[in-house]
Protein backbone atom coordinates (compact mmCIF):
# COMPACT_ATOMS: atom_id res chain seq x y z
CA UNK A 1 0.00 0.00 0.00
CA UNK A 2 1.47 3.73 -0.85
CA UNK A 3 3.03 5.51 1.77
CA UNK A 4 2.17 9.14 3.25
CA UNK A 5 -1.03 10.57 3.62
CA UNK A 6 -2.93 9.77 -0.09
CA UNK A 7 -5.25 7.25 1.23
CA UNK A 8 -7.89 8.42 3.71
CA UNK A 9 -9.80 5.56 3.90
CA UNK A 10 -13.41 5.50 5.79
CA UNK A 11 -13.07 9.63 5.88
CA UNK A 12 -15.95 10.96 4.61
CA UNK A 13 -15.45 12.94 1.02
CA UNK A 14 -17.06 15.83 2.21
CA UNK A 15 -14.01 16.33 3.88
CA UNK A 16 -12.64 17.55 0.53
CA UNK A 17 -15.08 20.73 0.07
CA UNK A 18 -17.56 21.25 2.65
CA UNK A 19 -15.10 21.32 5.15
CA UNK A 20 -13.31 24.54 3.45
CA UNK A 21 -15.35 27.74 3.78
CA UNK A 22 -18.10 27.92 1.36
CA UNK A 23 -17.81 29.17 -2.48
CA UNK A 24 -18.67 32.42 -3.19
CA UNK A 25 -22.46 33.16 -4.68
CA UNK A 26 -21.59 33.81 -8.09
CA UNK A 27 -24.24 36.25 -8.94
CA UNK A 28 -24.79 37.37 -12.67
CA UNK A 29 -22.80 40.34 -13.29
CA UNK A 30 -20.96 40.25 -10.27
CA UNK A 31 -17.56 41.13 -10.16
CA UNK A 32 -14.86 39.03 -7.93
CA UNK A 33 -11.73 39.75 -6.55
CA UNK A 34 -8.93 37.72 -8.25
CA UNK A 35 -7.54 35.08 -6.26
CA UNK A 36 -3.77 34.55 -4.70
CA UNK A 37 -2.77 30.97 -4.87
CA UNK A 38 0.01 30.26 -2.25
CA UNK A 39 2.95 29.25 -3.47
CA UNK A 40 5.41 26.45 -2.26
CA UNK A 41 8.65 27.99 0.33
CA UNK A 42 11.09 28.21 -2.79
CA UNK A 43 8.42 29.88 -5.25
CA UNK A 44 8.48 27.52 -7.94
CA UNK A 45 5.27 25.77 -7.62
CA UNK A 46 1.63 27.04 -7.06
CA UNK A 47 -0.45 24.94 -4.03
CA UNK A 48 -3.87 24.48 -5.48
CA UNK A 49 -6.65 23.27 -3.38
CA UNK A 50 -9.90 21.70 -4.78
CA UNK A 51 -11.31 24.52 -3.71
CA UNK A 52 -9.75 27.21 -5.22
CA UNK A 53 -9.56 25.45 -8.79
CA UNK A 54 -13.35 25.48 -8.57
CA UNK A 55 -13.19 28.99 -7.83
CA UNK A 56 -10.87 30.04 -9.98
CA UNK A 57 -12.51 28.59 -12.70
CA UNK A 58 -16.06 30.00 -12.80
CA UNK A 59 -14.17 33.89 -12.06
CA UNK A 60 -11.83 33.22 -15.22
CA UNK A 61 -14.27 31.21 -17.83
CA UNK A 62 -15.16 33.49 -20.47
CA UNK A 63 -18.50 31.37 -21.53
CA UNK A 64 -20.04 32.20 -18.06
CA UNK A 65 -19.30 35.95 -19.18
CA UNK A 66 -20.89 35.41 -21.82
CA UNK A 67 -24.29 33.25 -20.75
CA UNK A 68 -23.99 36.49 -17.94
CA UNK A 69 -24.89 38.61 -20.85
CA UNK A 70 -26.90 37.13 -22.46
CA UNK A 71 -29.31 36.20 -19.03
CA UNK A 72 -29.06 40.44 -19.09
CA UNK A 73 -30.37 40.68 -22.27
CA UNK A 74 -33.69 38.26 -21.57
CA UNK A 75 -34.77 40.06 -18.81
CA UNK A 76 -34.19 43.29 -20.81
CA UNK A 77 -36.84 41.75 -22.94
CA UNK A 78 -39.23 41.41 -20.28
CA UNK A 79 -39.20 44.84 -19.70
CA UNK A 80 -39.46 45.62 -23.05
CA UNK A 81 -42.27 43.02 -23.80
CA UNK A 82 -44.23 44.71 -20.62
CA UNK A 83 -43.61 48.28 -22.23
CA UNK A 84 -46.56 47.31 -24.12
CA UNK A 85 -48.62 47.87 -21.58
CA UNK A 86 -47.57 51.49 -20.60
CA UNK A 87 -49.55 54.57 -21.12
CA UNK A 88 -48.99 57.15 -23.80
CA UNK A 89 -49.43 60.77 -23.91
CA UNK A 90 -49.72 63.23 -27.01
CA UNK A 91 -49.77 66.64 -28.22
CA UNK A 92 -50.44 68.56 -31.01
CA UNK A 93 -50.34 72.34 -32.13
CA UNK A 94 -50.82 73.28 -35.55
CA UNK A 95 -52.41 77.02 -37.53
CA UNK A 96 -53.62 76.91 -41.13
CA UNK A 97 -54.41 79.98 -42.96
CA UNK A 98 -56.56 79.74 -46.04
CA UNK A 99 -57.71 82.09 -48.75
CA UNK A 100 -60.35 81.28 -51.42
CA UNK A 101 -62.05 83.00 -53.80
CA UNK A 102 -66.41 82.83 -53.72
CA UNK A 103 -68.27 82.63 -56.82
CA UNK A 104 -71.21 84.29 -55.23
CA UNK A 105 -72.82 87.28 -56.66
CA UNK A 106 -73.85 88.57 -53.03
CA UNK A 107 -70.50 87.73 -51.38
CA UNK A 108 -69.14 90.09 -49.26
CA UNK A 109 -66.15 90.27 -49.76
CA UNK A 110 -65.72 88.26 -52.77
CA UNK A 111 -63.09 86.23 -51.05
CA UNK A 112 -63.13 83.24 -48.32
CA UNK A 113 -60.36 83.90 -45.53
CA UNK A 114 -60.37 81.18 -42.75
CA UNK A 115 -57.62 80.97 -39.80
CA UNK A 116 -57.39 77.89 -37.86
CA UNK A 117 -55.30 77.72 -34.61
CA UNK A 118 -55.11 73.70 -33.65
CA UNK A 119 -54.21 72.54 -30.19
CA UNK A 120 -54.74 69.06 -28.48
CA UNK A 121 -53.30 66.37 -25.72
CA UNK A 122 -54.28 62.54 -25.77
CA UNK A 123 -54.08 59.82 -23.49
CA UNK A 124 -53.89 55.72 -24.59
CA UNK A 125 -53.19 53.38 -23.23
CA UNK A 126 -53.67 48.81 -24.25
CA UNK A 127 -55.22 47.11 -21.34
CA UNK A 128 -54.41 43.65 -20.34
CA UNK A 129 -57.36 42.29 -21.26
CA UNK A 130 -57.06 43.08 -24.59
CA UNK A 131 -58.84 46.65 -24.79
CA UNK A 132 -58.02 50.02 -25.27
CA UNK A 133 -58.60 53.07 -24.16
CA UNK A 134 -57.69 57.38 -25.82
CA UNK A 135 -58.78 60.39 -23.81
CA UNK A 136 -58.31 62.94 -26.29
CA UNK A 137 -58.74 66.80 -25.42
CA UNK A 138 -59.28 68.67 -28.54
CA UNK A 139 -59.53 72.53 -29.33
CA UNK A 140 -59.69 74.95 -31.98
CA UNK A 141 -59.77 78.87 -32.53
CA UNK A 142 -61.44 80.13 -36.03
CA UNK A 143 -61.65 83.13 -37.36
CA UNK A 144 -63.18 84.05 -41.12
CA UNK A 145 -64.17 87.33 -42.98
CA UNK A 146 -67.40 86.12 -43.56
CA UNK A 147 -70.02 89.11 -42.05
CA UNK A 148 -72.44 86.23 -41.75
CA UNK A 149 -70.09 84.22 -38.90
CA UNK A 150 -72.24 84.49 -35.82
CA UNK A 151 -68.84 84.09 -33.80
CA UNK A 152 -66.04 85.47 -35.03
CA UNK A 153 -63.01 84.48 -33.63
CA UNK A 154 -64.91 80.97 -32.89
CA UNK A 155 -63.17 78.65 -29.96
CA UNK A 156 -65.08 75.20 -30.19
CA UNK A 157 -63.75 72.60 -27.55
CA UNK A 158 -64.09 68.32 -27.28
CA UNK A 159 -63.09 66.09 -24.40
CA UNK A 160 -63.57 62.33 -25.73
CA UNK A 161 -63.30 58.97 -24.35
CA UNK A 162 -62.91 56.10 -26.88
CA UNK A 163 -63.50 52.43 -25.81
CA UNK A 164 -62.92 49.11 -27.53
CA UNK A 165 -62.70 45.46 -26.10
CA UNK A 166 -62.32 42.46 -27.89
CA UNK A 167 -64.95 39.77 -27.00
CA UNK A 168 -63.78 36.91 -28.55
CA UNK A 169 -60.42 36.93 -30.66
CA UNK A 170 -57.53 38.84 -28.62
CA UNK A 171 -59.46 38.89 -25.32
CA UNK A 172 -57.84 37.70 -22.00
CA UNK A 173 -55.03 38.65 -19.86
CA UNK A 174 -52.87 35.17 -20.83
CA UNK A 175 -53.89 35.91 -24.33
CA UNK A 176 -52.23 39.41 -24.07
CA UNK A 177 -49.72 38.24 -21.67
CA UNK A 178 -48.14 35.95 -24.04
CA UNK A 179 -44.98 37.69 -24.97
CA UNK A 180 -44.40 38.87 -21.24
CA UNK A 181 -44.42 35.18 -20.44
CA UNK A 182 -42.76 33.48 -23.08
CA UNK A 183 -40.23 36.52 -21.87
CA UNK A 184 -39.91 35.15 -18.63
CA UNK A 185 -39.49 31.81 -19.80
CA UNK A 186 -36.54 32.69 -21.78
CA UNK A 187 -34.97 34.57 -19.08
CA UNK A 188 -35.28 31.65 -16.96
CA UNK A 189 -34.20 29.43 -20.26
CA UNK A 190 -31.32 31.34 -19.91
CA UNK A 191 -30.34 30.69 -15.82
CA UNK A 192 -31.10 27.18 -16.48
CA UNK A 193 -28.23 27.32 -19.69
CA UNK A 194 -25.86 29.26 -16.98
CA UNK A 195 -26.13 26.52 -13.97
CA UNK A 196 -25.50 23.81 -16.77
CA UNK A 197 -22.42 25.63 -18.29
CA UNK A 198 -21.26 26.18 -14.28
CA UNK A 199 -21.84 22.67 -13.31
CA UNK A 200 -20.19 21.28 -16.49
CA UNK A 201 -17.42 23.56 -15.60
CA UNK A 202 -17.39 22.75 -11.88
CA UNK A 203 -17.53 19.26 -12.78
CA UNK A 204 -14.69 19.32 -15.52
CA UNK A 205 -12.36 21.37 -13.27
CA UNK A 206 -12.83 18.06 -10.82
CA UNK A 207 -11.78 15.55 -12.88
CA UNK A 208 -8.67 17.24 -14.30
CA UNK A 209 -7.90 18.10 -10.91
CA UNK A 210 -7.86 14.71 -9.93
CA UNK A 211 -5.98 13.53 -12.98
CA UNK A 212 -3.42 15.97 -11.92
CA UNK A 213 -3.46 14.67 -8.61
CA UNK A 214 -3.27 10.74 -9.84
CA UNK A 215 -0.46 11.59 -12.34
CA UNK A 216 1.71 12.93 -9.22
CA UNK A 217 1.34 10.41 -6.85
CA UNK A 218 1.61 7.88 -9.90
CA UNK A 219 4.92 9.59 -10.28
CA UNK A 220 5.94 8.78 -6.41
CA UNK A 221 5.19 5.03 -7.39
CA UNK A 222 6.66 4.64 -10.33
CA UNK A 223 10.30 6.62 -8.34
CA UNK A 224 9.59 4.46 -5.55
CA UNK A 225 9.84 1.35 -8.04
CA UNK A 226 12.81 3.06 -9.85
CA UNK A 227 14.74 3.24 -6.46
CA UNK A 228 13.38 -0.36 -6.09
CA UNK A 229 15.01 -1.44 -9.02
CA UNK A 230 18.46 0.22 -8.41
CA UNK A 231 18.66 -0.82 -4.61
CA UNK A 232 18.47 -4.15 -6.09
CA UNK A 233 21.04 -3.80 -9.08
CA UNK A 234 23.89 -3.16 -6.26
CA UNK A 235 22.69 -6.60 -4.47
CA UNK A 236 22.67 -8.18 -7.32
CA UNK A 237 26.02 -6.72 -8.68
CA UNK A 238 27.62 -7.33 -5.17
CA UNK A 239 26.65 -10.88 -5.48
CA UNK A 240 28.08 -11.21 -8.84
CA UNK A 241 30.98 -9.89 -7.17
CA UNK A 242 31.25 -12.48 -5.05
CA UNK A 243 30.70 -14.94 -7.24
CA UNK A 244 27.15 -15.75 -5.40
CA UNK A 245 25.21 -15.35 -8.54
CA UNK A 246 25.91 -15.87 -12.74
CA UNK A 247 27.18 -12.29 -14.48
CA UNK A 248 23.89 -12.76 -16.32
CA UNK A 249 21.48 -11.85 -13.71
CA UNK A 250 23.49 -8.22 -13.47
CA UNK A 251 21.79 -7.47 -17.36
CA UNK A 252 18.61 -8.32 -16.13
CA UNK A 253 18.43 -6.29 -13.35
CA UNK A 254 20.39 -3.36 -14.97
CA UNK A 255 17.88 -3.87 -18.17
CA UNK A 256 15.16 -3.44 -15.61
CA UNK A 257 16.51 -0.23 -14.47
CA UNK A 258 15.90 1.49 -17.45
CA UNK A 259 12.45 0.28 -18.31
CA UNK A 260 12.02 1.51 -15.22
CA UNK A 261 13.46 5.09 -16.07
CA UNK A 262 11.20 5.13 -18.98
CA UNK A 263 8.09 4.92 -16.74
CA UNK A 264 9.26 7.86 -14.69
CA UNK A 265 9.55 9.83 -18.09
CA UNK A 266 5.86 8.95 -19.28
CA UNK A 267 4.76 9.81 -15.72
CA UNK A 268 6.64 13.35 -15.43
CA UNK A 269 5.36 14.02 -19.39
CA UNK A 270 1.39 12.76 -18.00
CA UNK A 271 2.08 15.20 -15.01
CA UNK A 272 2.65 18.28 -17.70
CA UNK A 273 0.34 17.50 -19.84
CA UNK A 274 -2.76 17.28 -16.92
CA UNK A 275 -1.28 20.61 -15.40
CA UNK A 276 -1.84 22.33 -18.71
CA UNK A 277 -4.85 21.11 -19.36
CA UNK A 278 -5.94 22.37 -15.60
CA UNK A 279 -4.26 25.66 -16.23
CA UNK A 280 -6.29 25.95 -19.57
CA UNK A 281 -9.37 25.48 -17.08
CA UNK A 282 -8.35 28.04 -14.87
CA UNK A 283 -7.55 30.59 -18.02
CA UNK A 284 -3.75 31.00 -16.40
CA UNK A 285 -1.50 32.47 -19.58
CA UNK A 286 1.06 29.78 -20.28
CA UNK A 287 3.51 32.87 -20.35
CA UNK A 288 2.81 34.27 -17.46
CA UNK A 289 5.07 34.00 -14.09
CA UNK A 290 1.73 31.75 -12.72
CA UNK A 291 1.82 29.73 -15.69
CA UNK A 292 5.20 28.87 -15.88
CA UNK A 293 4.97 27.63 -12.06
CA UNK A 294 4.06 23.53 -11.54
CA UNK A 295 0.70 23.23 -10.09
CA UNK A 296 0.51 21.22 -6.91
CA UNK A 297 -3.07 19.79 -5.69
CA UNK A 298 -3.47 20.38 -2.01
CA UNK A 299 -6.52 18.00 -1.57
CA UNK A 300 -6.36 14.45 -1.91
CA UNK A 301 -9.02 12.28 -3.06
CA UNK A 302 -10.19 9.99 -0.62
CA UNK A 303 -12.96 7.12 -0.48
CA UNK A 304 -15.74 6.15 1.57
CA UNK A 305 -18.07 3.56 0.16
CA UNK A 306 -21.51 4.68 -0.15
CA UNK A 307 -23.46 1.90 0.05
CA UNK A 308 -26.79 4.42 0.67
CA UNK A 309 -27.14 5.52 -2.37
CA UNK A 310 -31.11 4.75 -3.58
CA UNK A 311 -31.34 4.69 -7.21
CA UNK A 312 -35.19 5.86 -7.24
CA UNK A 313 -34.23 8.51 -5.11
CA UNK A 314 -31.22 9.73 -7.47
CA UNK A 315 -33.48 9.68 -11.01
CA UNK A 316 -36.28 11.83 -9.01
CA UNK A 317 -33.51 14.11 -7.90
CA UNK A 318 -32.04 14.40 -11.32
CA UNK A 319 -35.90 15.27 -13.19
CA UNK A 320 -35.91 17.54 -10.30
CA UNK A 321 -32.67 19.49 -10.28
CA UNK A 322 -31.28 18.50 -13.73
CA UNK A 323 -31.16 21.85 -15.62
CA UNK A 324 -31.04 20.55 -19.30
CA UNK A 325 -34.44 19.05 -18.06
CA UNK A 326 -35.74 22.02 -16.53
CA UNK A 327 -35.17 24.01 -19.74
CA UNK A 328 -37.02 21.09 -21.53
CA UNK A 329 -39.86 21.96 -19.73
CA UNK A 330 -39.24 25.77 -19.85
CA UNK A 331 -39.32 25.59 -23.63
CA UNK A 332 -42.57 23.03 -23.13
CA UNK A 333 -44.07 25.60 -21.33
CA UNK A 334 -43.72 28.26 -24.11
CA UNK A 335 -44.64 25.77 -26.76
CA UNK A 336 -48.19 25.68 -24.63
CA UNK A 337 -48.40 29.44 -24.36
CA UNK A 338 -48.40 29.45 -28.72
CA UNK A 339 -51.09 27.27 -28.86
CA UNK A 340 -53.20 28.56 -26.66
CA UNK A 341 -52.60 32.12 -28.22
CA UNK A 342 -52.92 30.24 -31.23
CA UNK A 343 -56.03 28.74 -30.59
CA UNK A 344 -57.51 32.14 -29.69
CA UNK A 345 -56.79 33.83 -33.10
CA UNK A 346 -59.23 31.04 -34.24
CA UNK A 347 -62.16 32.97 -33.33
CA UNK A 348 -64.01 36.02 -35.23
CA UNK A 349 -63.20 39.44 -34.05
CA UNK A 350 -65.68 40.63 -32.20
CA UNK A 351 -65.28 44.12 -30.37
CA UNK A 352 -67.08 46.21 -28.05
CA UNK A 353 -66.49 49.60 -29.04
CA UNK A 354 -68.01 53.41 -27.42
CA UNK A 355 -67.28 56.63 -26.79
CA UNK A 356 -68.80 59.76 -24.73
CA UNK A 357 -67.99 63.12 -25.54
CA UNK A 358 -67.65 66.38 -24.41
CA UNK A 359 -68.26 69.56 -26.36
CA UNK A 360 -68.40 73.48 -25.96
CA UNK A 361 -68.81 76.32 -28.27
CA UNK A 362 -67.80 80.60 -27.83
CA UNK A 363 -66.88 83.38 -29.25
CA UNK A 364 -66.99 86.90 -30.39
CA UNK A 365 -70.85 87.28 -31.01
CA UNK A 366 -71.58 89.58 -33.59
CA UNK A 367 -75.19 90.79 -34.56
CA UNK A 368 -76.20 89.31 -37.95
CA UNK A 369 -79.23 90.24 -40.29
CA UNK A 370 -81.24 88.20 -42.37
CA UNK A 371 -81.37 89.29 -45.70
CA UNK A 372 -84.93 87.40 -46.04
CA UNK A 373 -86.86 89.02 -43.37
CA UNK A 374 -84.57 91.83 -42.04
CA UNK A 375 -84.44 90.76 -38.72
CA UNK A 376 -81.01 90.93 -36.60
CA UNK A 377 -80.40 87.79 -33.99
CA UNK A 378 -77.04 87.11 -32.12
CA UNK A 379 -75.56 83.67 -31.07
CA UNK A 380 -76.06 83.03 -27.26
CA UNK A 381 -72.71 81.87 -26.83
CA UNK A 382 -71.01 85.14 -26.81
CA UNK A 383 -67.68 84.63 -24.85
CA UNK A 384 -64.01 83.59 -24.60
CA UNK A 385 -62.12 80.26 -24.77
CA UNK A 386 -63.31 80.46 -20.55
CA UNK A 387 -67.03 80.12 -21.57
CA UNK A 388 -65.85 77.04 -24.13
CA UNK A 389 -64.60 75.03 -21.02
CA UNK A 390 -67.32 76.25 -19.17
CA UNK A 391 -69.98 74.95 -21.37
CA UNK A 392 -68.59 71.81 -22.36
CA UNK A 393 -68.45 71.07 -18.25
CA UNK A 394 -71.90 71.89 -18.45
CA UNK A 395 -72.77 68.71 -19.83
CA UNK A 396 -75.25 69.87 -21.95
CA UNK A 397 -73.47 69.73 -25.09
CA UNK A 398 -72.31 65.46 -25.30
CA UNK A 399 -71.94 62.44 -27.87
CA UNK A 400 -72.00 58.80 -27.51
CA UNK A 401 -71.78 55.75 -29.58
CA UNK A 402 -72.43 52.47 -28.79
CA UNK A 403 -71.20 49.32 -31.30
CA UNK A 404 -69.87 46.17 -32.02
CA UNK A 405 -67.61 45.58 -34.36
CA UNK A 406 -67.13 41.92 -36.42
CA UNK A 407 -64.77 40.87 -38.52
CA UNK A 408 -63.73 36.84 -39.92
CA UNK A 409 -61.61 35.92 -42.70
CA UNK A 410 -63.51 33.71 -44.80
CA UNK A 411 -61.88 30.29 -44.26
CA UNK A 412 -59.47 31.78 -41.74
CA UNK A 413 -56.52 29.27 -43.49
CA UNK A 414 -53.89 31.45 -41.82
CA UNK A 415 -54.84 31.41 -38.42
CA UNK A 416 -55.71 27.38 -39.13
CA UNK A 417 -51.55 26.70 -40.50
CA UNK A 418 -50.68 28.62 -37.31
CA UNK A 419 -52.24 26.31 -34.70
CA UNK A 420 -51.33 23.05 -36.41
CA UNK A 421 -47.78 24.16 -36.27
CA UNK A 422 -47.55 25.03 -32.82
CA UNK A 423 -49.46 21.89 -31.55
CA UNK A 424 -46.75 19.96 -33.66
CA UNK A 425 -44.51 22.04 -32.08
CA UNK A 426 -46.01 20.98 -28.81
CA UNK A 427 -45.83 17.48 -29.67
CA UNK A 428 -41.83 17.40 -30.86
CA UNK A 429 -41.22 18.97 -27.74
CA UNK A 430 -42.76 16.68 -25.82
CA UNK A 431 -40.96 13.66 -27.29
CA UNK A 432 -37.93 15.69 -26.86
CA UNK A 433 -38.73 15.22 -23.10
CA UNK A 434 -39.52 11.80 -22.61
CA UNK A 435 -36.25 10.99 -24.53
CA UNK A 436 -33.98 13.21 -21.89
CA UNK A 437 -36.48 11.34 -19.11
CA UNK A 438 -34.76 7.82 -20.26
CA UNK A 439 -31.10 9.38 -20.85
CA UNK A 440 -31.23 10.99 -17.24
CA UNK A 441 -32.40 7.39 -15.78
CA UNK A 442 -30.48 5.37 -17.71
CA UNK A 443 -27.24 8.30 -16.96
CA UNK A 444 -28.53 7.61 -12.68
CA UNK A 445 -28.30 3.67 -13.24
CA UNK A 446 -25.14 3.72 -14.60
CA UNK A 447 -23.31 6.12 -11.82
CA UNK A 448 -25.14 4.48 -9.22
CA UNK A 449 -23.96 1.04 -10.58
CA UNK A 450 -20.48 1.82 -11.19
CA UNK A 451 -20.17 3.77 -7.91
CA UNK A 452 -20.73 0.42 -6.54
CA UNK A 453 -18.50 -1.42 -8.83
CA UNK A 454 -15.56 1.40 -8.28
CA UNK A 455 -16.44 0.96 -4.22
CA UNK A 456 -15.51 -3.09 -4.81
CA UNK A 457 -12.26 -2.40 -7.22
CA UNK A 458 -10.85 0.18 -4.45
CA UNK A 459 -11.23 -2.96 -1.80
CA UNK A 460 -9.87 -5.25 -4.19
CA UNK A 461 -7.20 -2.91 -5.00
CA UNK A 462 -6.10 -2.71 -1.58
CA UNK A 463 -5.86 -6.36 -0.90
CA UNK A 464 -3.70 -7.07 -4.27
CA UNK A 465 -1.56 -3.95 -3.21
CA UNK A 466 -1.03 -6.17 0.59
CA UNK A 467 -0.53 -9.57 -1.30
CA UNK A 468 1.90 -8.03 -3.86
CA UNK A 469 3.64 -6.35 -0.69
CA UNK A 470 4.07 -10.14 0.85
CA UNK A 471 4.58 -11.93 -2.11
CA UNK A 472 7.99 -9.04 -3.21
CA UNK A 473 8.97 -9.82 0.31
CA UNK A 474 8.95 -13.86 0.14
CA UNK A 475 10.62 -13.54 -3.27
CA UNK A 476 13.34 -11.20 -2.25
CA UNK A 477 14.13 -13.71 0.88
CA UNK A 478 14.11 -16.53 -1.48
CA UNK A 479 16.90 -14.83 -3.68
CA UNK A 480 18.85 -14.46 -1.01
CA UNK A 481 19.01 -17.45 -0.12
CA UNK A 482 19.51 -18.72 -3.74
CA UNK A 483 16.37 -20.06 -4.95
CA UNK A 484 14.80 -17.33 -6.64
CA UNK A 485 16.49 -15.20 -9.82
CA UNK A 486 16.52 -11.53 -10.21
CA UNK A 487 14.14 -11.95 -12.68
CA UNK A 488 11.51 -13.24 -10.51
CA UNK A 489 12.15 -10.59 -8.33
CA UNK A 490 12.14 -7.88 -10.18
CA UNK A 491 8.75 -8.69 -11.83
CA UNK A 492 7.16 -8.60 -8.23
CA UNK A 493 8.68 -5.14 -7.59
CA UNK A 494 6.69 -4.50 -11.23
CA UNK A 495 3.41 -6.45 -9.81
CA UNK A 496 3.54 -4.40 -6.73
CA UNK A 497 3.71 -0.51 -8.33
CA UNK A 498 1.24 -1.96 -11.01
CA UNK A 499 -0.92 -2.56 -8.21
CA UNK A 500 0.06 0.58 -6.37
CA UNK A 501 -0.97 2.40 -9.44
CA UNK A 502 -4.11 0.81 -9.88
CA UNK A 503 -5.44 1.32 -6.05
CA UNK A 504 -4.63 4.93 -6.84
CA UNK A 505 -6.44 5.09 -9.78
CA UNK A 506 -9.21 3.14 -8.12
CA UNK A 507 -9.80 5.66 -5.35
CA UNK A 508 -9.64 8.58 -8.48
CA UNK A 509 -11.98 6.86 -10.23
CA UNK A 510 -14.23 6.40 -7.33
CA UNK A 511 -13.82 10.20 -7.11
CA UNK A 512 -14.71 11.15 -10.74
CA UNK A 513 -17.84 8.43 -10.05
CA UNK A 514 -18.87 10.39 -7.42
CA UNK A 515 -18.39 14.18 -10.03
CA UNK A 516 -20.20 12.22 -12.45
CA UNK A 517 -22.97 11.20 -10.37
CA UNK A 518 -23.74 14.66 -9.16
CA UNK A 519 -23.34 16.24 -12.55
CA UNK A 520 -26.23 13.43 -13.52
CA UNK A 521 -28.42 14.84 -10.74
CA UNK A 522 -27.87 18.33 -11.06
CA UNK A 523 -26.81 18.75 -7.34
CA UNK A 524 -23.19 20.05 -8.11
CA UNK A 525 -23.73 23.60 -6.93
CA UNK A 526 -25.22 22.80 -3.85
CA UNK A 527 -22.61 20.44 -3.09
CA UNK A 528 -20.08 23.12 -3.42
CA UNK A 529 -22.32 25.51 -1.68
CA UNK A 530 -22.68 27.95 -4.50
CA UNK A 531 -25.67 30.29 -5.29
CA UNK A 532 -25.70 31.73 -8.98
CA UNK A 533 -28.18 34.26 -8.17
CA UNK A 534 -30.29 35.92 -5.62
CA UNK A 535 -33.55 34.78 -7.19
CA UNK A 536 -34.57 31.21 -7.05
CA UNK A 537 -33.16 29.45 -10.46
CA UNK A 538 -36.57 28.32 -12.37
CA UNK A 539 -38.95 30.89 -10.78
Known sequence: MPRGSFFAIAISLSLIVNSLSPLPAFAQGEKQAE?????????????????????????????????EFNSKVKEQAITDKEADFDPQVSAKFTGDKSIHPVSSALASPNNSLTENLNWEAGL???AVTGGDYELKFTNKKTDVNSVFAGLNPQYSSELKLTLTQPLLKNFGVDINKKDIHIAQNDRTISEFDFKKQVIDIISNTESVYWNLAFSIEDLKVKEKSLERARDFEKIVKAQVDVGAVAPLEILQ????????????????????????????ILNMPFESPEGQKALLPVDQPVYF????????????????????????????????????????????????VGSLGLNGIAGDARSITSLSTGTTSRS??????????????????????????????LGNRSAKSRLTAARLEVEQTLLDIKDLEKKIVVDAREAVRQIGTDAKQVEATRVAVKLAEEKLKAEEKKFKVGLSTSFNVLQFQEDLAKEQSNQIKAVIDYNKTLIKLRQVMGNTLERHNIQLSTRTMGK
Open 124 to 126: KQK
Open 305 to 352: AKNDIDLNEAIKEALTNRPDYLRKKKELENKNIVVKYSENQMYPSVDL
Open 380 to 409: PFSGGYGETLDNLASRDYYSWEVGVKMNYP
Open 253 to 280: AQSEVASREEFVIAAKDLIKDNEENLKN
Open 35 to 67: PALPQTPNGDSLLLTLRDAVENALKKNVGISVL
